[in-house]
């Protein structure tokens, strides 16, 4: 591994030191000779030579990483320092030291970072601060901190909008800000210690880095996290919406760092939480009216459920490929298309359930014509502002580009309540 | 009602033999003739949004999916001609 370093070192010394007392360690240094030939290097290195010798780091704070470090960062949170910081409440010894990275490589900050993040929802949502320069990658709480846990993050990105769920049991969620384009593939940090292991493994048996997995799966798992970061009041609120869109509101997406926010924080963000729910419940939904029809079997279940998919597929296909015929540069991406689309399946739910309440014909076609109504308005006032260019009209063409994006529009919008009804007619017999 | 995942293959399938065995000589030069009187039209930049665009797209579509998928369409071929004999 040379001399230099790297954080998985750190971290194993880390986890080494987890023991109070000395002789815990040795006795753990014993068995194992290569942890102690880790631990003795890590020892070795003159910074923490010299941080041993004089206690100042005690009562420092968090340290932090200097973005210039190269070891790709899978995760910044390894059990130890956790438990380190279970040990700072306890006691306040010479083994606080493991804390201390050496200098030269990383940068200690001042002692308590501002912990006020704005509004933490959940306690883990990241807001950007502006105070916080853009240098640094990583750090965590301080340990006299006991507020609410909340991440101090430079950056605000797609990727950082995630629960923690491990961490709402802790007292105090050390924050990890990974860059973006580096992200936790799972929440789960004894996950990423191993992921780490095994890349530091393979990098020293075969000199050269392997990416666990590929550069582009990190980053489609990470957008596609963001679109399940939801709670309860959103749910909530969009649900009401797709049903009521009607009322006045304010219907542009709030965007921050130039990245659409999670939709945790904006109601207006599009979200899969709720298509995915809903399709699997119209799945259920359709088996219960089988089932009263008398006409249940289990395979209509699946078959009811590819069906849903590939018509999902068949829908996207035709809208990009009608984005790409026509040209249209917008700022809707395809992930959010895929959202928007999945929206119908709760008015599907809706229409399904009106039936099966009443098993009139005239109530079926009334629900269905009010939930086809405000699906279209729900989507014609969403999409409007993602698709239609900016009244400001830079482009000397604008007419022809806003009337093919109208048409656009048109197209996505009118496609839901056909597909509403071609997936629920079959299902009603009277 | 009733499509299972395998269908939405094979009909993707079909498409694009379908785009693949277009001839050349008949169809696509008798689109591309009307596109060359106006060279210019939709080949400048993004905000050239006319009808003419929309032609240009599709036949760099079709073009550019000619080109990347002869030589795998042979292997999907007669994967799916075996997996129908074998499997019916």
């Known amino acids: ?430 | 009602m009733g499509f299972s995942l395998y269908s939405l293959i094979e009909a993707a399938l079909l498409c694009v033999n379908a785009v693949a065995i277009l001839n050349e000589q008949r169809f696509l030069s008798k689109i591309n003739v009307d596109n060359q009187n106006y060279p210019g039209a939709g080949a400048y930049g993004n905000d050239h949004q006319n009808a003419g665009g929309a032609k240009q797209q599709l036949l760099t579509l079709i073009r550019s999916v000619r080109t990347v998928m002869r030589v795998p369409l042979i292997a999907f071929n007669i994967i799916t001609i075996l997996f129908l004999i074998l499997f019916g």
């Open chain 1, 1 to 430: 591994m040379g001399s230099s370093l790297s954080l998985f070192d750190i971290q194993l010394y880390n986890l080494i030191h987890f023991f109070d007392d000395q002789e815990s360690v040795q006795k753990a240094l014993a068995d194992c000779p290569n942890l102690k030939a880790i631990h003795d290097k890590v020892e070795q290195t003159p910074a923490i030579k010299n941080l041993e010798d004089s206690n100042t780091m005690s009562s420092r704070g968090p340290m932090r990483l200097s973005k210039t470090y190269p070891h790709p960062q899978q995760q910044h949170q390894p059990p130890a320092q956790q438990q380190q910081q279970q040990q700072y409440q306890q006691q306040q010894q010479q083994h606080q030291q493991q804390q201390h990275q050496p200098s030269q490589f990383y940068q200690p900050t001042a002692p308590y970072p501002p912990t006020e993040a704005s509004p933490n929802y959940g306690g883990d949502y990241p807001m950007p601060q502006p105070q916080i320069p853009s240098g640094y990658v990583t750090d965590y709480n301080a340990p006299q901190s006991q507020t609410a846990p909340s991440y101090n993050n430079a950056f605000f990105s797609p990727q950082t909008a995630f629960y923690a769920p491990s961490s709402q049991q802790q007292q105090q969620i050390p924050s990890n800000q990974p860059m973006p384009g580096m992200e936790y593939l799972s929440n789960n940090p004894l996950f990423n210690v191993g992921l780490n292991v095994v890349e530091q493994g393979m990098k020293d048996f075969t000199g050269k880095t392997v990416n666990m997995l590929p550069t582009e799966m990190k980053k489609s798992i990470s957008s596609i996290k963001y679109y399940f970061a939801v709670d309860q009041a959103y749910v909530f609120k969009k649900l009401c919406l797709l049903l009521f869109p009607f009322r006045p509101r304010n219907w542009s997406l709030a965007y921050s760092a130039d990245e659409p926010v999670p939709p945790r924080v904006d109601t207006n963000a599009p979200d899969y939480y709720i298509p995915l729910m809903s399709a699997i419940t119209y799945v259920l939904v359709a088996g219960l009216v089988l089932g009263t029809q008398d006409k249940f079997t289990p395979e209509q279940l699946g078959m009811h459920a590819s069906s849903v998919l590939v018509w999902n597929i068949i829908e996207i296909c035709v809208l990009c490929f009608t984005f790409y015929i026509l040209n249209v540069q917008s700022k809707l991406r395809t992930l959010d298309l895929i959202a928007y689309c999945g929206y119908k399946y709760v008015g599907m739910i809706a229409a399904l359930s009106s039936y099966l309440i009443t098993h009139s014909l005239f109530v079926y076609r009334c629900s269905l014509l009010y939930v086809s109504l405000s699906l279209s308005y729900f989507l014609v006032k969403c999409l409007r502002l993602q698709i239609l260019p900016d009244t400001g009209g830079s482009q000397p063409y604008g007419s022809g580009g806003s009337k093919r994006r109208i048409y656009l529009l048109l197209l996505i919008v009118i496609l839901q309540p056909l597909f509403i009804w071609y997936l629920t007619r079959h299902l009603i017999v009277v």
